[in-house]
């Protein structure tokens, strides 16, 4: 089974900026689509942004614009970019593996105003 290791998240300001980083074990991680979703208190999980195995990018419609997903095959890592973050995005957050319907430990991101 892969194991998802997030790293990246902490306190920022609003406005500024996070890069949320999630290596895999898996050499295989190039064949998978790679996900992160996001948690708030008391809040369902929601789907933030996606990538294919070709590179294919999706984006919930609250982060299109501010947020860039990405991938480095030869480093078994997909990224989340995060900028102009808002109060609302302060959530854990967590890297989604589809080939594997594996998931990572979480991170926790929290955007003070």
């Known amino acids: 089974q892969v194991q998802l290791v997030e790293s990246g998240g902490g306190l920022v300001q609003a406005g500024g900026s996070l890069r949320l980083s999630c290596a895999a074990s898996?050499?295989?991680?190039?064949?998978?689509?790679m996900g992160w979703h996001r948690q708030a208190p008391g809040k369902q999980r929601e789907l933030v942004a996606t990538i294919g195995s070709g590179g294919t990018t999706n984006y919930a419609d609250s982060v299109k614009g501010r947020f860039t997903i990405s991938r480095d095959n030869a480093k078994n890592t997909v990224y989340l970019q995060m900028n102009s973050l808002k109060p609302e995005d302060t959530a854990v957050y967590y890297c989604?593996?589809?080939?594997?319907?594996?998931w990572g430990q979480g991170t926790q991101v929290t955007v003070s105003s």
């Open positions: 989604y593996a589809v080939f594997w319907n594996a």
């Open positions: 898996e050499k295989y991680f190039r064949y998978s689509a």
